[in-house]
């Protein structure tokens, strides 16, 4: 007598499932403060393993957590490649293992990457709405792959920007984004174009060096920086790092994995869940930088949400 099989959840289904990111809003905001409390939080979370895969300019993350307050287990498993030639094939790739946590039996194997780019905008969502200046009018996004349009997506349904704006690299992407998202879009012909005077700013490339300079951002601004996920790649200059107030999702994982962070020096004030909890203060009025690297726990509350979801529906 075998045990039940595991469920494939899909990316199709888990789209249909997660509907929108800001569902994921009050799950995330619990998670990121349990973390922040330590043990008494109940989130299980090593800083992750990642691989690389030197011959092909890849690597896989091993991201494992548990959830007391989800009484939820899951692993998440992602790949990411830098140079990719296969432009078809996405830079990110990620499968979450989803558990019984009273016995270890593996119940679902969904599809990790509406995951990914889901739960890591609506962290960046967290963030900005604790930490942007009042009045922000303007949204500046550098980048304009699957993390460009997910924080879009949240970015515009929860706050009212007067002005979004695009760069990125290739610049035909970045019209591409333009004609395709909901809203209007203005695309720049330079990062500096697109930042100047940007209240609340989005990095979210592959950049292994800065992108974005300290001297071009107006003073209060919020930064939300989530690419550069490796010791030695920066998106963000010394000058920026160093003269904003720095938060993070993980003081530990900044300070293994955030190039940012480690090359600069800079100090980092609070984890973001210290400040959901209320013991570290916000100071919107500063300029801010949330330094996301992405955690496990994120991906266990979006997992247990899509299983729970697609349990009722069937
Ligand atoms: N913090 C987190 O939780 C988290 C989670 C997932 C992903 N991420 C990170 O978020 C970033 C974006 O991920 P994604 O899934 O959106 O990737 P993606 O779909 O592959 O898009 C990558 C973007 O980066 C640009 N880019 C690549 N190399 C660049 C360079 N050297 N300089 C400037 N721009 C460059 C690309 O521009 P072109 O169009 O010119 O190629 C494209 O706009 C990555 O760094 C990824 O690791 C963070």
């Given at each position: 007598?075998?045990?039940?099989?595991?469920v494939f959840i899909g990316?199709e289904e888990v789209e249909k499932h997660l509907?929108?990111?800001?569902?994921?809003?009050?799950?995330?905001?619990?998670?990121?403060?349990?973390?922040?409390?330590?043990?008494?939080?109940?989130?299980?979370?090593?800083?992750?393993?990642?691989?690389?895969?030197?011959?092909?300019?890849?690597?896989?993350?091993?991201?494992?957590?548990?959830?007391?307050?989800?009484?939820?287990?899951?692993?998440?498993?992602?790949?990411?490649?830098?140079?990719?030639?296969?432009?078809?094939?996405?830079?990110?790739?990620?499968?979450?293992?989803l558990?019984?946590?009273?016995?270890?039996?593996?119940k679902a194997?969904l599809d990790?990457?509406?995951?990914?780019?889901?739960?890591?905008?609506?962290?960046?969502?967290?963030?900005?709405?604790?930490?942007?200046?009042?009045?922000?009018?303007?949204?500046?996004?550098?980048?304009?792959?699957?993390?460009?349009?997910?924080?879009?997506?949240?970015?515009?349904?929860?706050?009212?920007?007067?002005?979004?704006?695009?760069?990125?690299?290739?610049?035909?992407?970045?019209?591409?984004?333009?004609?395709?998202?909901?809203?209007?879009?203005?695309?720049?012909?330079?990062?500096?174009?697109?930042?100047?005077?940007?209240?609340?700013?989005?990095?979210?490339?592959?950049?292994?060096?800065?992108?974005?300079?300290?001297?071009?951002?107006?003073?209060?601004?919020?930064?939300?920086?989530?690419?550069?996920?490796?010791?030695?790649?920066?998106?963000?200059?010394?000058?920026?790092?160093?003269?904003?107030?720095?938060?993070?999702?993980?003081?530990?994982?900044?300070?293994?994995?955030?190039?940012?962070?480690?090359?600069?020096?800079?100090?980092?004030?609070?984890?973001?869940?210290?400040?959901?909890?209320?013991?570290?203060?916000?100071?919107?009025?500063?300029?801010?930088?949330?330094?996301?690297?992405?955690?496990?726990?994120?991906?266990?509350?979006?997992a247990k949400f899509v299983y729970d979801a697609w349990s009722a529906g069937n």
């Amino acid at each position: 007598m075998g045990s039940t099989p595991p469920v494939f959840i899909g990316a199709e289904e888990v789209e249909k499932h997660l509907q929108r990111a800001s569902l994921l809003l009050p799950a995330l905001e619990a998670a990121l403060a349990n973390f922040s409390a330590g043990a008494a939080g109940g989130v299980v979370q090593p800083v992750r393993t990642v691989l690389p895969v030197p011959r092909h300019g890849g690597y896989l993350g091993v991201m494992p957590a548990y959830s007391a307050a989800d009484d939820a287990l899951t692993t998440k498993l992602v790949t990411f490649y830098e140079h990719l030639k296969d432009s078809s094939v996405p830079s990110h790739q990620a499968t979450v293992l989803l558990f019984d946590p009273s016995n270890g039996t593996l119940k679902a194997v969904l599809d990790g990457s509406v995951i990914t780019a889901e739960r890591t905008a609506a962290v960046s969502a967290i963030a900005t709405k604790l930490l942007m200046p009042a009045f922000a009018e303007v949204l500046c996004i550098l980048g304009a792959g699957v993390q460009a349009y997910s924080h879009y997506d949240i970015f515009t349904e929860l706050f009212t920007f007067k002005e979004v704006r695009i760069w990125n690299r290739t610049k035909e992407r970045a019209v591409q984004f333009a004609s395709a998202v909901s809203g209007p879009v203005r695309v720049c012909a330079s990062a500096q174009e697109a930042v100047t005077g940007a209240d609340v700013i989005v990095t979210v490339t592959m950049a292994t060096t800065p992108i974005l300079f300290g001297d071009w951002v107006k003073p209060g601004a919020h930064i939300n920086a989530v690419g550069a996920s490796r010791p030695d790649w920066r998106e963000l200059d010394d000058e920026l790092m160093k003269n904003s107030v720095l938060f993070v999702d993980s003081r530990d994982a900044a300070l293994t994995e955030s190039g940012d962070v480690i090359l600069s020096g800079a100090e980092i004030f609070a984890e973001l869940g210290e400040v959901l909890k209320g013991t570290k203060p916000a100071l919107p009025e500063k300029t801010t930088v949330f330094k996301s690297l992405g955690m496990a726990v994120e991906d266990t509350v979006a997992a247990k949400f899509v299983y729970d979801a697609w349990s009722a529906g069937n």
